[in-house]
């Protein structure tokens, strides 16, 4: 049928329709369109007084005084200018520093959090109310690991005081709003969303950050991010930045792990973290092939630390800690940030996959000291001290002979084509190596550049306690478990290495 421009202008529609139908698009209500909030001057107006600028100044020795800057006079910065180069020195031949960040109350009585970047090494503390008033504050509490500072202020009346909203609640795409001091201009409100939650910075071991788009400069840091409530759910602390000026990347603290910290500074004055006693390293696709346990999760146990809450149990060398306390752990950072974030002394459930069967066993927690935290420091990936004296377990020999049917010398080729060289570890090879009497196991001689073994870090003087979680007490048992897990078609070896000292950790050797 042939129709005219007519007939073909009336009939569109409803051949239009009709598709529509067909494709289902009219059959639902389209949704309106998200709108951002119209205002946020009300919710704004209720904060705003409680959030102060931290102003600091400290002490440096004179190495020469520099040019002055020349400004117009009459110029709104002449004041700033003079302030800061002219009246700078002290008695003492010292130059004054100052510096400006952002505070928030949380107590009428005069609690006030901030950064601790922003009041590290002060001489002098001060927080500048929205009301031009000052008040004198003093350092209660910090903790450089989360970047977190508690002051207190003496007010001659009650404050205005915000309150903590539980971050875990907000989704990626919610509203916030930032106030705070951005380049010492007080009062300055930005809003965005939240644009990812958990990131890792490499800040601290604790690393949990939102990120936001919300407008975050210098000066910005300890002050307050707030949801669309009022509350508090991020204590603004970093940003992504080539220029020093916002570009939309900026990072807070999520109230779920700075809530208990500020508690504990304003009631003991420091932090007292959770500790669980092991050394921890990630689990790789190749160790959770090695491990039987599916694909990589978790936080594996490479060392008990003697005198730690677990050195008789019930957790081992080898485990793999899926779960703390009903928190799931993803990686190794999940692990010690739940733990520290655990109350000293608790009993908590852990999941475990041991020989690739899951257990749950119970823990006492004890307490990480400072002395124990800064060693955690230098160990990455660790949670705990490591071990001092190599108590890896040794499984007894029950006096039968073991009947190997792999052919001695398929073993010896098995060794060298991951590129080690390996031999007995006798009161030689520990003068040579510096290895500790407490190590147990086989000693590395060589390794071919190149190798499988090389590429995995391995190098003369380590030992090699276990392959394939069986104790190695003569060279040919690494040579006939290689070859063993070849013939069963196995892509990797998982083997445990001990340094000189006894320090253990878990890598999976390529076999193919």
Do not use: C
Request: proline content about 6%.
């Amino acid at each position: 049928m042939t129709l005219t421009t007519a007939q073909s202008r009336r009939l569109l529609p409803a051949l239009l329709i009709g598709t529509a139908l067909a494709f289902g698009t009219l059959a639902q209500p389209v949704p309106a369109l998200a709108q951002g909030p119209e205002s946020v001057a009300d919710l704004a107006q209720g904060l705003l007084g409680a959030v102060v600028n931290i102003s600091t100044s400290q002490s440096v020795k004179e190495e020469g005084e520099g040019p002055v800057p020349k400004v117009p006079e009459g110029s709104p910065f002449q004041e700033l200018f003079e302030d800061f180069f002219k009246n700078r020195g002290d008695d003492g031949g010292n130059n004054k520093v100052n510096s400006l960040g952002s505070g928030f109350v949380i107590d009428p009585k005069g609690f006030i959090v901030t950064n601790n970047h922003v009041i590290e090494n002060a001489d002098d503390i001060e927080a500048i109310f929205p009301d031009g008033s000052k008040l004198k504050a003093k350092l209660i509490g910090t903790d450089p690991k989360t970047d977190l500072s508690v002051l207190k202020v003496e007010p001659p009346a009650p404050l205005t005081a915000v309150k903590f909203g539980d971050s875990r609640k907000m989704r990626i795409g919610d509203w916030v709003m930032a106030i705070g001091n951005p380049f010492g201009l007080g009062g300055s409100v930005t809003v965005g969303i939240i644009s990812a939650s958990g990131r890792n910075i490499n800040a601290g071991p604790y690393d949990n950050f939102i990120q936001t788009d919300a407008a975050i400069n210098k000066g910005n840091s300890g002050g307050p991010l707030f949801n669309m409530k009022g509350e508090v759910i991020g204590i603004n602390t970093a940003i992504i930045s080539p220029s020093g000026g916002s570009i939309g990347i900026g990072f807070s603290v999520p109230t779920e792990l700075a809530e208990n910290v500020i508690k504990q500074l304003i009631e003991f004055g420091e932090t007292r973290r959770g500790w669980l006693g092991v050394r921890i390293q990630p689990v790789t696709d190749e160790v959770a092939g090695g491990l039987k346990i599916g694909k990589a999760r978790g936080a594996l146990v490479s060392g008990i630390v003697k005198g730690g809450p677990v050195e008789n149990g019930p957790i081992k060398v080898g485990d793999v800690i899926v779960t703390f306390d009903g928190k799931a752990v993803h990686e190794t950072r999940d692990l010690m940030r739940v733990v520290a974030e655990s109350a000293v002394g608790s009993e908590v459930e852990v999941k475990i996959l041991r020989d690739g069967k899951e257990e749950t066993v119970k823990v006492k927690l004890g307490r990480l000291e400072d002395d124990k935290a800064a060693e955690v420091a230098a160990s990455e990936g660790s949670d705990v001290l490591p071990p001092e004296d190599g108590e890896e377990a040794v499984p007894e020999d029950d006096g039968g002979e073991q009947q190997s049917p792999v052919d001695p010398q398929e073993g010896v080729r098995a060794v060298e084509a991951v590129g080690l060289g390996i031999g007995v570890l006798d009161d030689a090879a520990r003068k040579t190596y510096s290895i500790a009497e407490s190590v147990e196991g086989v000693v590395i001689t060589s390794v071919k550049p190149g190798s499988a073994a090389a590429e995995k870090g391995l190098k003369p003087g380590q030992v090699i306690v276990e392959v394939a979680q069986e104790f190695m007490e003569a060279p040919e048992d690494v040579g006939e478990t290689i070859a063993s897990l070849k013939s069963q078609g196995r892509r990797s070896a998982h083997v445990m290495i001990a340094d000189a000292e006894g320090n253990l950790r878990h890598v999976a050797i390529p076999l193919e």
